[in-house]
Nanobody
Framework: QVQLVESGGGLVQAGGSLRLSCAAS????????MGWYRQGPGNQRELVAD???????NYADSVKGRFTISRDNAKKTMYLQMVSLKPDDTAVYYC??????????????WGQGTQVTVSS
């Protein structure tokens, strides 16, 4: 089994910063693409940013220039550095990863989510 655990969420004032982490564990052979998604109140889950195993990144237009996604393959951990936060960034942030396990099975996994609240 594969587990993803997010951390780093919290309450911050507008203009502030937070750093989210997502740690993967379990029977992992390789982690392919990883990504951060978010779901705000009354909204559908949306892609925030993703990163390939080789480090290529992709961002939603709403966060370009403010959020930075990165990963440490040796630690099986992904990060999301968020600066200049806005109230519209308030959401539950979810970690996602495409993983090939030690039985060569490919699966799509989600973390449990971490709440980010930005006050005005």
């Amino acid at each position: 089994q594969v587990q993803l655990v997010e951390s780093g969420g919290g309450l911050v004032q507008a203009g502030g910063s937070l750093r989210l982490s997502c740690a993967a564990s379990g029977t992992i052979f390789r982690i392919n693409k990883m990504g951060w998604y978010r779901q705000g109140p009354g909204n559908q889950r949306e892609l925030v940013a993703d990163i390939t195993g080789g480090g290529s990144t992709n961002y939603a237009d709403s966060v370009k220039g403010r959020f930075t996604i990165s990963r440490d393959n040796a630690k099986k951990t992904m990060y999301l550095q968020m600066v200049s936060l806005k109230p519209d960034d308030t959401a539950v942030y979810y970690c996602n990863a495409v993983v090939v396990d030690t039985k060569w099975q490919r699966g799509n996994y989600w973390g449990q989510g971490t709440q980010v609240t930005v006050s005005s």
